[in-house]
C-alpha cells in the first residue's frame, strides 16, 4: 500500500518557512519538483539537516504556488512546474502544426507508420488491462483483418476500432454521447454484461485493484455522482476562454478525472487513455497519431498505477500523474524518432540492394533486414503479415534468393520451413550495404 504522506501543521510551517530562503534548500526543493516526486522519495534525504517532515512540508508550500487550477468541487489541484513547461514547449515545437511534418516524418511510408502505430496503440492499451495474447498474434489478426477468436483478440480489435473512430472525429466539443460512444467501441463483446457496453454505471460494484497483490487501492465515487461529473468533464474540454490550461497538461487531467471516476463497469482506463488521445489530437497534436503512450505504460504498469495512487494520496494533487505523463511522452516521441531513423537507414539500403539486378523492392527489404539482425529466423507467415502479401506471393519473392544463395531454408519439426541468412550472403550483400 502506498503510504500516506505527512500532515502539514501549523508548526512545521512556522518552521521550515524562515529555512526557506537557504540557497541549498531552495535548489534541494526545485531538484525535488523536476520530477515531483512524492514522499516516499523524500522523507529520507538528508538536505540541510531538516528532518523528511521538514523538507516534505517545504516541498509542498513550494508547489502551493504551482497549482494552475484547483478544482474544489473535486478536490483537484492542477500544478504547473518549471520542467512541466519546458517539456509543453518541447512537445509543441514537434507535435503541432505542419512545419515540422516533414523534418519528423517523411512523406514517403507515412502510412505505413500510421498503421502500425495505430496497432501498437491498441494492442499495449488492451494488455494493459489484462488482453493476453502477443504482438505477433495482434498485429496479424489486425493486418489481415481477421475476426476476433476471443476476449483478449476483441479487446485490440475494439481499441483499434476506437483509435481509428477518433482520428475521424477529433473536431467535436465533447460531448455524453461522444463518451458513450466511444466506450461502446471499446467494449464491444468484451463485457460480462453486453448491455453495458456504451453505458455508464448503475451501481457502486466497482473497484480498482493493484494488479500485483490484489489489494483494493481505490474506491471510485457514487455511481450517482457520474451525471453530474460527465456534465463537468465535457464542460472542462470545451472551455476556451475563461482560463488557459495548456493543452497538454489539460488532456493528461481529463486522463485522470475519467479514471478517477470510472464511470463504466469496464474499460474504463481504455476509455480514459482514448479521451486523451482525442483532446491531443483535437487541439492540433496530429503526431499523436504516431506514437504509442500506452506501449510504454506497459512495460512499467505500477508506475503508472503509483501516479494515480500518489495523487489521491496527497489530496488529489495530480502533478505526479501529469509528470509521469509527459515523460511517457517524451519517451514514446523518442521511440518513434528511432524507429523512423532506422527505415530510413534500411530503405536506403534496400534501395542499394537493387542494384544486385533481378530483385523487387520487397526482396531488397528482406535482405536488408539481416543486416541488423544476422542470426534472424523468417517465417512465411511473417512476411505475408509485413508486407501484407500472400503465401505464393511470399514464395515467388523467396525462393530466386535461396537459388542465388543469398538465403537458406531451414526445416522446422519436418513440418514447414523457415529463412535464414544464405552462404553467399556476406561475400555479396557485404559490399552494398
Partial sequence: MIEKP???????????????????????????????????????????????????????MSRMGLYALKWPE??????????????????DMNFGGVWATDSILPKEGREVFLNSSVMEEAIASSQIEGASTTRKVAKDMLRRNISPRNRAEQMIHNNYSAIRYIAENNSSALSPEFILRIHEIMTENTLDNPEDAGRFRTNNDVVVADSIKGEVVHIPPSYSEISKFIEDLCAFANADGSYFIHPIIKAITIHFLVAYYHPFSDGNGRTARALFYWYMLKSGYWLMEYLSISRIISRAKPSYEKSFLYAEKDGNDIGYFISYNLRVLKLSFDELKNYIERKIIQKQRSFNLLTLGGINYRQAMVLSMFKDNPAMVLSVNNLVAKFNISKPTVYADINPLIKRRLL??????????DFVKGPDYDQVIGKLI
Fill in 74 to 91: 473535486y478536490g483537484i489541484s492542477i500544478p504547473v512546474t518549471n520542467h512541466m513547461q519546458e517539456l509543453c514547449h518541447y512537445f
Fill in 6 to 60: 505527512p500532515k502539514i501543521t501549523m508548526g512545521l510551517i512556522s518552521s521550515v518557512a524562515p529555512k526557506m530562503a537557504n540557497p541549498e534548500i531552495a535548489l534541494a526543493v526545485s531538484e525535488l519538483n523536476y520530477d515531483y516526486l512524492y514522499w516516499d522519495e523524500i522523507k529520507y534525504k538528508d538536505i540541510a539537516a531538516l528532518t523528511g517532515k521538514e523538507l516534505w512540508t517545504a516541498v509542498k
Fill in 408 to 417: 537458406a531454408r531451414i526445416s522446422i519439426n519436418n513440418k514447414q520451413s
